[in-house]
């Protein structure tokens, strides 16, 4: 999804969904979203 959808499904802005993703990112050490859910996947977080 789009951060515009995840906002508008959460009803939250879409700043407050890129800083989220952005402090996702951070903590799971990747560069991106693929490579952030790949690294979920194989801890069983996802």
């Known amino acids: 999804m ?3 959808d995840i906002a508008d499904h959460l009803c939250i802005s879409r ?5 989220h993703r ?13 490579e952030a ?3 979920a996947k194989l801890m069983h977080i996802i």
């Open 2 to 4: 789009t951060s515009q």
């Open 15 to 19: 700043n407050t969904v890129s800083r």
């Open 22 to 34: 952005q402090e996702i990112l951070s903590k799971l050490q990747v560069r991106n979203s693929t």
């Open 37 to 39: 859910c790949r690294r």
